[in-house]
């Protein structure tokens, strides 16, 4: 194929890989000029050849570092969420239908787009996903730690600090009033547990603070953690990810992106709502409803609107999953205050109520 057929692609649709990519390339009219496998060595060689125009993406893991290296040939990068993707993949999956469908959705009108990362942004990310990973490790060796004391009668109630007890009774041999004694030979036997506890923890603290640090040098994260709920940890989250949030048209949205809005089902013209989608970014609504989870435990100490309101709720939805509901809503009503303070600027202020 030569250079003239070359000069008049226009769009083109790349489906990445480890080490063989799949070239999907069209002109002004949508006739395919190229649909070839090219290897991973000979990528960025193949596109030097290509006029400089579109060329559409999933978003996935490796699709930022390949946005960088074509936004440096002077391409027009643009990535599409795995799940906008899907809708145009006909008949049977494949690398070459993979690599149509992500040609024609980057052709659609109305097609949203995910900005290709900087590696400073990415770094800030892998800081993120490493605290994640080493939290959930922590949490497991706890439960280990629990589930074997309770074979010789210690337990403990529910709940992360009372967890951190029986590490503590795991370091000193008994309580403090004396009463619970570990045998010598238990403590022998779950020593490596309670190292590796004191590991991961020293390590999370370690991350802690750098994200703080971070926060406090940056404005934006400041005003962010005006909000009830917010923190330094879920303020160096929300702006790691969300890089433009002029990109979500409302509050609403957002809140959607986050998977915090109802589930619908409806049809002629009856309206049929479920719960949350949990769709969207897991990591930040986990956040998220565990700082409003720690607002309702401290609701009654304070008498602004955002807290009476959530008391409110919370004596309407009896049950055991009151709690759980409303801490949920309470994370979604948070996510659009977050909109609002960095779409309109300003702090968050806390307004009580009139008696």
């Not at 990415?122 to 922590?138: F, I, N, P, W, Y």
Request: net charge positive; hydrophobic share 45%.
């Amino acid at each position: 194929m030569g250079i003239t057929m070359f000069s008049s692609v226009t769009r083109i649709g790349l489906d990445l890989a480890k080490h063989v990519f799949q070239v999907h390339a069209i002109d002004a009219s949508g006739v395919v000029i190229v649909a070839k496998a090219v290897r991973r060595g000979k990528l960025l060689e193949f596109f030097g050849a290509l006029p400089r125009c579109v060329v559409a993406m999933e978003a996935c893991s490796t699709a930022h570092h390949w946005g960088r290296a074509l936004i440096g040939l002077g391409f027009d990068v643009r990535l599409i969420p795995p799940a906008h993707v899907k809708p145009y993949v006909r008949r049977n999956k494949n690398d070459a239908a993979d690599a149509a469908a992500i040609c024609e959705a980057a052709g659609r009108p109305g097609q949203r787009f995910v900005r290709v990362r900087s590696i400073d942004n990415q770094a800030q990310l892998m800081r993120h996903r490493t605290r994640e990973l080493l939290v959930g490790q922590r949490t497991q060796l706890l439960n280990a730690l629990r589930g074997n004391l309770a074979e010789i009668g210690v337990i403990a109630p529910q709940g992360p600090q009372h967890a951190f007890a029986l590490r503590s009774l795991l370091a000193d041999g008994a309580d403090e009033n004396g009463e619970v004694v570990l045998p010598d030979v238990v403590r022998s036997a779950l020593a490596a547990l309670g190292n590796q506890i004191d590991a991961l923890d020293e390590e999370i603290t370690r991350i802690d603070k750098e994200l703080s640090a971070q926060v406090k040098a940056d404005p934006t994260a400041r005003r962010l953690m005006s909000i009830p709920g917010v923190g330094p940890i879920i303020a160096s989250a929300i702006l790691a990810s969300v890089q433009d949030i002029h990109a979500f048209a409302s509050a609403r949205e957002f809140s959607a992106f986050l998977g915090l809005t109802p589930r619908q089902n409806s049809s002629g013209g009856k309206e049929r709502l479920a719960g949350i989608t949990k769709m969207g970014d897991r990591y930040l609504r986990t956040l998220l409803v565990s700082g409003a989870c720690s607002v309702l435990f401290r609701c009654k100490r304070h008498d602004d609107a955002l807290r009476i309101w959530a008391n409110q709720l919370r004596a309407r939805k009896q049950g055991s999953s009151g709690f759980k509901v409303t801490a949920v809503a309470l994370a979604n009503k948070v996510a659009r205050i977050i909109f609002a303070v960095l779409t309109s600027g300003g702090k968050y202020e806390l307004r009580a109520i009139a008696a």
